[in-house]
């Protein structure tokens, strides 16, 4: 019992984690072929012995081929070729390496599937020829031949071209057996009627109406003969090719706005590499504005859109019927191009309820044009509950006459003032009326302060009046006493006004 809990618990843990490691490595050693060691990544085989026989393949489903980006394989003399599908299951493949081992022929697709490999090393094997049209397709930053017993032909010129028009940082010495088996250096080596072709397009510029229909024609020359044909790349517009010996036509019918700025190739090909011509297809057509939303807000309000046109159209904007002033406080801006469509917004700054209403954008060139409008909410109305809908004013921009804006300006810098009712209205309203407000209490209060000092000054309770009312009041009651009469009762009306001047 004792045992049990001393090994219960992390101890356990590692335990498991230990068994699962050995089957993991065990399980990856029945996915590597014999004389081979295996990763995750790469497969590793230089043990000659017993060495290899044909071009090593995971066998296990627990391994996963796409996941190898290397695959290194040294002194296996039995391995004398690669197959097309040898390969098709390393599409993650980039560095392959098959040194001092007895390699004579490549498949012509053997890499058909292995777009990502950039560097290939076939140095001391046992290839008399190689094609380049095993290569023609990737982009290899290197490619080591050195040691090989090539035949002397037009077959391997492909090489010395690429030496001479792609140098790797290291020169390669190469060389080749001719008819008496002796060695001639690749960089001298001279063939009769073996060069590089040409190809010569008819429409070096090519500019065309949404559809309508063209045709191109091209020319190839070369000696061997070369082949032609056509790269249209992922062109929508339905087209179709003809092609007669040193000559080719392609007809593209319908064309689509999509293909406006797309390239068009000729090729011409032989063995000793290629040349081609090309165009660039310009197609114009009219505005479309394929999308418009509802403000949203970042650092700016932003009213989004996205047009395409072609020439490049311009856009002007409408609020509430009428047209819009642009200036630094409310503009169109245009984050992104892409070739004929325009990512945008029109941007404003800290709107108010008086930029509530109806925004309509218009987008115009030669060929036609077209308009979308939402409804903006950027705040309620003061008083008013936010979730309502009051009725917006008739007239808040004013019809300034401004001309049409051309997509590739952001702002119309014609007016540097700001004009009715962009965003700064709302502002001066309040300010103005936070001055009359105050104005008018100020006026108030002293009009009060007036009148009250205006009212003590000729009450019959001011003090100078009180003053004198009782000393005339005393006078009289002296001279009463002066002449007998000392029972006499002073009597004060307060409700008669006084007009006795004080004493």
């Known amino acids: 019992m004792s045992s049990w809990t001393r090994w219960h618990g992390p101890a356990m843990a590692r335990l498991w984690g230990f068994c699962w490691l050995i089957v993991g490595f065990w399980r990856a050693a029945l996915a590597c072929p014999t004389s081979c060691k295996c990763s995750a990544s790469r497969i590793w085989c230089g043990d000659p012995s017993p060495g290899i026989v044909a071009f090593p393949r995971l066998e296990s489903t627990s391994a996963d081929p796409e996941n190898i980006t290397e695959i290194y394989i040294a002194n296996q003399k039995r391995l004398e070729i690669i197959n097309e599908d040898d390969l098709e299951a390393y599409v993650g493949l980039k ?12 498949a012509h697709k053997a890499f058909l599937k292995n777009i990502n490999l950039q560097h290939i090393n076939f140095t001391r094997n046992k290839l008399t020829i190689l094609s380049r049209k095993h290569f023609r397709h990737l982009d290899l930053s290197e490619l080591i031949l050195v040691g090989n017993p090539f035949m002397c032909s037009c077959d391997i010129m492909w090489i010395k071209t690429l030496q ?104 011409a090909e032989n063995l000793v590499g290629e040349d081609q011509d090309s165009v660039n297809l310009t197609v114009h057509f009219a505005p479309t504005i394929t999308f418009l939303e509802s403000p949203t807000s970042d650092h700016h309000w932003c009213i989004p859109f ?13 609020y509430n019927g009428a047209i819009l002033n642009e200036s630094k406080y409310i503009c169109t801006k245009i984050h992104v191009t892409n070739h004929t469509e325009y990512h945008g917004c029109l941007q404003l700054d800290n709107p108010t309820h008086m930029n509530n209403g109806d925004y309509k954008l218009v987008a115009k060139n030669e060929y ?102 009782f000393q005339r009041e005393i006078l009289k009651e002296k001279k009463m006493k002066a002449n007998g009469n000392d029972g006499l009762v002073i009597k004060m009306d307060f409700h008669q006004p006084s007009v006795l001047e004080p004493v």
């Open 95 to 106: 560095n392959l390496t098959i040194v001092d081992s007895g390699l004579k022929s490549v």
């Open 164 to 267: 001479e028009t792609k140098p790797s940082p290291e020169t390669q010495d190469l060389y080749c057996l001719d008819e008496n088996s002796k060695n001639i250096s690749l960089a001298n080596l001279q063939i009769p009627h073996c060069g590089l072709p040409s190809a010569n397009l008819a429409a070096p510029n090519l500019t065309v109406e949404e559809g309508k229909s063209i045709t191109l024609s091209c020319t190839v020359a070369g000696d061997p003969v070369p082949n032609l044909y056509w790269d249209v790349g992922n062109l929508v517009s339905k087209h179709m090719n003809e092609t007669s010996h040193t000559q080719g036509s392609l007809r593209i019918t319908n064309i689509s706005s999509d293909d406006s700025g797309k390239q068009i190739s000729c090729v």
């Open 306 to 318: 996205t047009v395409k046109g072609n020439p490049k159209p311009a856009l002007q904007w409408f």
């Open 368 to 469: 036609g044009k077209d308009e979308k409008q939402i409804s903006a909410h950027f705040m309620g109305w003061p008083g008013i509950d936010d979730g309502a809908n009051p009725n917006y004013p008739d007239v808040i921009y004013e019809d300034y006459g401004t001309a049409a804006n051309d997509i590739g300006d952001t702002t119309n810098k014609s007016n540097g003032t700001l004009p009715t009712g962009v965003v700064d209205t709302g502002r001066e309203h309040l300010s103005v009326y936070a001055v009359v407000v105050i104005a008018s209490v100020v006026g108030f209060c002293l009009l009060v302060m007036l009148f009250l000092l205006k009212l003590a000054r000729h009450s019959k309770f001011g003090m100078k009046g009180i003053i004198s009312l």
